[in-house]
């Protein structure tokens, strides 16, 4: 799942709800595993599959029209419970990046925790790529890291987005937290020397 990240172009899945929770995400009875392995499969579980695994035909995930790495859902997105799980599967099913107009903010976290990058663009711009999508699944968007922009390809209309410095920095270099405190053992340790 650790990816550096620079310039994403890619087609997008629309999920245009407002209000998704964590529990939408990834149903609560698949939160007892421990390891990452598999959460994808399980994406918006009971909206994607019928109660004998089928496929549900009408959700967006099964319309074989939509793809790419970029997911573009409703205001309040990751709503609910504070389950990192949510993330694990929204990263497991190959999403690199959300873009709402609105996030919950321990979701918001978790997404970059785990090597998603939540986008926040204004109601207007995300009203913009709904109907752009709607009018060619094949719509591109640009997500630009280190400028911090991101493009609606179809009408050639950007925005800038905000993200804390330390994570830009995280996901531009690959680095979870443990990578980047290990990354600066050198000055940790002389700090800790020149502070007893």
């Known amino acids: 799942m650790k990816q550096k990240f620079d310039i994403i172009t890619s087609t997008c899945v629309p999920l245009p709800l407002e209000n998704v929770d964590t529990d939408q995400i990834i149903p609560a009875r698949f939160l007892k595993a421990t390891d990452k392995a598999g959460f994808g499969d399980n994406l918006f579980r009971d909206w994607r599959y019928n109660e004998d695994g089928t496929p549900k035909k009408d959700f967006v995930l099964n319309d074989p029209t939509y793809g790419g790495c970029i997911l ?33 903010d321990i979701h918001k976290n978790n997404e970059l925790n785990n090597f998603v990058l939540p986008v926040v663009v204004s109601e207007g711009f995300l009203a ?22 991101v493009t609606n390809k179809a009408t050639g209309r950007s925005e800038l987005f905000e993200i804390n410095g330390y994570k830009k920095h995280c996901l531009m270099n690959g680095l979870d937290d443990i990578d980047y405190l290990i990354g600066n053992k050198d000055k940790i340790e002389q700090w800790e020397r020149l502070n007893k």
């Open 72 to 104: 573009v859902a409703g205001k309040n997105f990751g709503s609910g419970s504070s389950r990192e799980h949510a993330a694990w599967a929204i990263a497991g099913y190959g999403f690199r990046v959300v873009i709402s107009s609105f996030f919950a």
């Open 128 to 149: 913009e790529l709904f109907d752009s999508i709607d009018a060619d699944p094949k719509t591109v968007v640009e997500v630009n890291l280190p400028a911090q922009t």
